[in-house]
């Protein structure tokens, strides 16, 4: 079979980004839990969870699945992703091929630059799609199968709509408009049930009516009420999570399911989200020091000069789709077919992109600011504008086109690499850390998760720096006061000299409330300690004569103090700690007293 056989049948085009994407996640398949993938590896609160009417019970039951099969192998949830995500670059390569054929319609012609255009616009998207380094959130961190899946029935319905509408085109009563119209309904019911995100597909469709076939289904009473069946679901199953017994319940509802964060307004998430797109574009152009867990600033005010040029920046981009899609019009009205259809999907890609992400990144507030996995399906549109601009740019000339295929081959070959380098970040939960602590150095809970890890990894002189950076942000968070605990457990020298706290928690690791005083008390005691392991003794010794003065029954605290005054030349303040302890435990004194009066 001749390679242009295999092009028109879409076996190699095809067959490349199926092998591209397997090299490119190759190393990911034995990447641990990382994360909130505890959430989904507890099999328990998993199956609790599925049989919920939640707008991501699919993706839970898929989940279960794994479960009963691999247990808690990670390979089996791995290779279920990586099948997704091939599944969704191929379905991304007949989406865009079936749209130029929309667009074109049956005035195809087999002249170079045609088959350039039909030809290198699939490919370079779905081959984009496949390797870019953006998706290993969406890939290799497991819990994101959330996204992943919702992605592949979105883009599989809006696939199923476009065929349907070519059929009917070309037979109103053909049963084949008939089977892809159904497989699309499906398809975008299955979506609503994985993932939020999916809430614009309806208008996604709307959309792709009017950029591909002239919005002349808008006025179809079937078609319409198809897409407010879709656009129900998800605020249906919000307000049924919610509750709902009248008019103020559901306005209460409404209110509630959408948003997720309450210490912040909507109106300064929505002022973040313009700069954080542009942290989005940035890296789909550019994807370097990619990170698990951003320390993004919060945006108050909306005249300063990084919002206000992150607007303007959206607002020409959107100006850019209006004056192309009606300059397609006008290519189209002239004959030039392939300028008109480049230009045509180069408006739709940025439509896409923007449209997509609007649940995420508009007036829903989030607790997080940003993600990398919210870019998985909103980076379809961004492929397809941009091979559909390079092409239009390099539309005509032989030469140029040969540029444009090396220029992929070169642009791939550097994702692929930059997939594989982070999968190698993602296949440790230690070095997942670091690397994300390297990024965001004063992120509480990024240093908190490495401290953590670090001690779960039998690395105690990792974990100290980081627990402490937490309590100097934040001196009262409970949880790396705890983790310190914790670490001194690893740290032989220091043996008897401390408590973990343990002893005032209940049996799932809540500080039981009666017990608050003294553990208080003893969690001075370890960062005095803690602070001793870094080298800083003067700090130490305020946390010590802290931790006397708020619970004087305690013995370790008064024998770290007289050692460590003694150590600095106190030799009063540490025989004053040292009769106490004596007081307390004239045994334990008595074995101590050789090594502090020396």
């Given at each position: 079979m001749t390679i242009e056989r295999c092009f028109r049948k879409h076996i190699m085009p095809i067959g490349l980004v199926l092998l591209i994407g397997?090299?490119?996640?190759?190393?990911?398949?034995?990447?641990?839990?990382?994360?909130?993938?505890?959430?989904?590896?507890?099999?328990?609160?998993?199956?609790?969870?599925?049989?919920l009417a939640t707008a991501r019970q699919v993706v839970d039951f898929s989940f279960l699945l794994n479960h009963y099969i691999h247990g808690k192998d990670v390979f089996g949830f791995h290779l279920f992703n990586l099948f997704i995500h091939l599944c969704t670059a191929v379905t991304t390569y007949y989406l865009s091929f079936n749209a130029i054929r929309a667009l074109v319609g049956s005035n195809h012609e087999d002249s170079e630059e045609s088959l350039f255009v039909t030809r290198f616009i699939p490919f370079a998207t779905a081959l984009l799609f496949v390797c870019h380094p953006i998706q290993t959130e969406s890939v290799t961190y497991i819990v994101q199968r959330y996204t992943s899946l919702a992605t592949l029935f979105y883009l599989l319905s809006t696939l199923m709509f476009i065929r349907a509408r070519i059929c009917h085109n070309n037979d109103a009563n053909s049963y084949k408009t008939w089977l892809y119209g159904s497989i699309s309904l499906l398809s975008g019911m299955l979506a609503m049930r994985s993932k939020e995100i999916a809430f614009t597909l309806p208008f996604m469709l709307a959309v792709v009516e009017m950029f591909l076939f002239q919005g002349k289904l808008l006025r179809n009473r079937i078609f319409l009420s198809a897409l407010i069946a879709l656009l129900l679901i998800i605020p249906a199953q919000q307000i049924l999570r919610h509750g709902f017994t009248g008019i103020n319940d559901l306005f209460y509802s409404i209110s509630r399911g959408t948003r997720e964060e309450l210490t912040y307004s909507r109106t300064d998430y929505l002022i973040t989200?313009?700069?954080?797109v542009v942290t989005y574009l940035r890296l789909m152009f550019f994807p370097v020091n990619q990170n698990l867990d951003y320390d993004y600033p919060l945006q108050k005010i909306f005249f300063t000069p990084a919002v206000i040029l992150s607007l303007m920046l959206h607002i020409s981009i959107v100006l850019s789709s209006i004056f192309m899609f009606f300059k397609s019009r006008s290519m189209f009205k002239s004959r030039k077919l392939y300028i008109g259809t480049c230009l045509r999907l180069c408006s739709l890609g940025i439509v896409w992109f923007y449209l997509a992400l609007s649940v995420e990144s508009s007036f829903i507030p989030i607790l997080d600011v940003i993600f990398e996995h919210r870019l998985y399906l909103p980076s379809v549109g961004f492929f397809l504008s941009v091979t559909s601009g390079a092409v239009l740019v390099l539309y005509g000339g032989r030469t140029s086109r040969k540029a444009a295929w090396l220029a992929l081959a070169l642009i791939c070959l550097i994702f692929t690499t930059a997939t594989i380098r982070r999968n190698v970040v993602w296949g440790d939960e230690l070095r997942l850390w670091e690397d994300t602590a390297r990024k965001s150095p004063n992120k509480i809970r990024v240093l908190n998760n490495l401290g953590a890890f670090s001690i779960s990894k039998f690395r105690p002189e990792k974990a100290i720096l980081p627990l402490l950076r937490v309590l100097e942000i934040q001196p009262g968070y409970t949880e790396s006061i705890n983790n310190i605990g914790l670490l001194l457990d690893h740290v032989p020298q220091v043996a008897g000299r401390y408590n973990s706290g343990k002893k005032y928690m209940t049996p799932n690791r809540i500080l039981d409330v009666r017990q608050i005083d003294p553990w208080f008390a003893n969690s001075r005691n370890n960062l005095g300690l803690a602070y001793m392991l870094t080298g800083n003794p003067q700090k130490a010794l305020a946390y010590f004569e802290q931790s006397v003065s708020l619970e004087q029954k305690e013995e370790a605290p008064w024998l770290n103090l007289a050692l460590l005054s003694m150590q600095l030349g106190n030799t009063k303040r540490a025989t004053e700690a040292f009769d106490r302890l004596k007081k307390l435990n004239p045994g334990r004194a008595k074995l101590i007293e050789p090594h502090i009066f020396k």
């Open positions: 397997i090299i490119a996640y190759s190393n990911s398949l034995n990447a641990p839990f990382q994360f909130d993938d505890s959430n989904i590896s507890d099999k328990a609160k998993l199956l609790s969870r599925a049989h989200e313009f700069r954080v």
